[in-house]
């Protein structure tokens, strides 16, 4: 039988979430949207009187409020789950692991993006403070793999994810024209303009348009001048659209065809646009850079091209737009490979390895309505 886990938890021990959440910004990557979900996802299954938090954000602006607010986590706090970037793992994480000597609580790192194991080869007396964490989850195989190479051994798979309704609308058929789309922070090393120019040559070649391209984003601060270079190539079939909010994703992307996402950013993991087009049932055309190969099946929920290379991205393109039968298929395998990244997938067992829930013979018992719960509470500084 499958386990249940004890949602209803009479416990009064806490959990600290200790991340980057910008709450009230517009502003939202991938970074803050992982470290979101963490905080929803612990306050839903545990209950939200068990959960504290405090962003680590403001530390670079407001070093004392966010001290402060970090420390008062922490002392409420018999297990911590935190998630730095490179500047916290060198500021915050010794602090981490002196109050896991002190108080004997957990600490669990949830690594965001595929940044850690070059991070670490280039800064090695960093490796002993993320050995002393209890488990290091990390979102790729290959992750797991250079970490264990550094010799860490609680290192273990949380791959992205999104909590998503499960009788969601998809895309639907190809029309005459093949509609792309690119979501993503809108800077250089994210691939745009590769996309762009692969469009503008495709269309060139044609009698008239074959090919639109829709830019979903914010645009990446100091890359401005870049961005301006780059739209002003665009012609009428390629339109730049501003960034989205989390809730409005979906209902955006079912209006496209294909996502397009050639990227070289070096800090790339497991990104969450690709399971933003699984939701939307539609296939990616992603560079082969990093980790994208564990996510895209080639040829059953996209394809992959050479990275950097506008001939591969405008050849894949073109196949995709003369075989609309082959990609409509690849939506529908697209939108089922959707199921093995929602949070309901993932989050039970972690939570069971994270030693926060009790696993019991009997079937899972967890909430999966898509009903928006509260964020636990952030400490006042009063």
Known sequence: MCSVYSVVN????????????????????????????????????????????????????????SLVRIGRAMKRADALVVLPGPRGLSVLMPWYVWWKRRTGGGVHYLVIGGWLPRHLKAHPRQVARVRA?????????????????????????????????????????????????????????????????AVRAINAAAAEPKVGLTIYGQVQAGEEAWFERVRNRFTPEIR??????????????????????????????????????????????????????????????????????????????????????????????????????HVDAVWPALLERMKLVDPQDGEEQFQTTDQSLGHGEELETR
């Not at 009064?12 to 963490?38: N, Y």
């Not at 009788?167 to 090393?189: I, K, P, T, W």
């Not at 075989?323 to 690849?330: F, G």
């Open 10 to 65: 009479t416990s009064t021990s806490k959990i600290a979430v200790l991340g980057h959440f910008a709450d009230g910004s517009e502003r939202v990557d991938g970074q803050i949207l992982r470290t979101r979900i963490a905080r929803e996802e612990l306050c839903r299954r545990l209950g939200e009187d068990r959960v504290v938090w405090a962003d680590t954000g403001f530390l670079k602006r407001h070093p004392i409020r």
């Open 133 to 197: 964490c209890d488990g290091v989850y990390v979102q790729t195989r290959r992750m797991n793999r250079e970490l264990a190479e550094l010799g860490l051994e609680r290192v273990r798979l949380l791959p992205n994810v999104r909590r998503f309704c499960r009788n969601r609308s998809v895309s639907g058929a190809v029309g005459d024209r093949l509609r792309l789309v690119f979501l993503s922070r809108v800077m250089e090393a994210k691939g745009l303009e590769v996309a762009v120019e």
């Open 240 to 341: 730049f659209e501003g960034g989205l909010k989390p809730e409005e994703v979906n209902d955006r992307l079912i209006q496209h065809d294909v996502m397009v996402f050639p990227t070289w950013y070096p800090g790339e993991g497991f990104p969450g646009v690709l399971i933003d087009a699984m939701v939307a049932g539609i296939p990616v055309l992603a560079s082969d850079w990093r980790d994208n190969a564990e996510f895209v099946r080639e040829g059953e929920t996209g394809w992959l091209c050479e990275v950097g290379s506008m001939e591969s991205l405008r050849e894949r393109i073109e196949w995709m737009r003369e075989h609309p039968e082959k990609v409509e298929a690849m939506k529908r395998a697209s939108a089922d490979a959707a199921d093995a990244y």
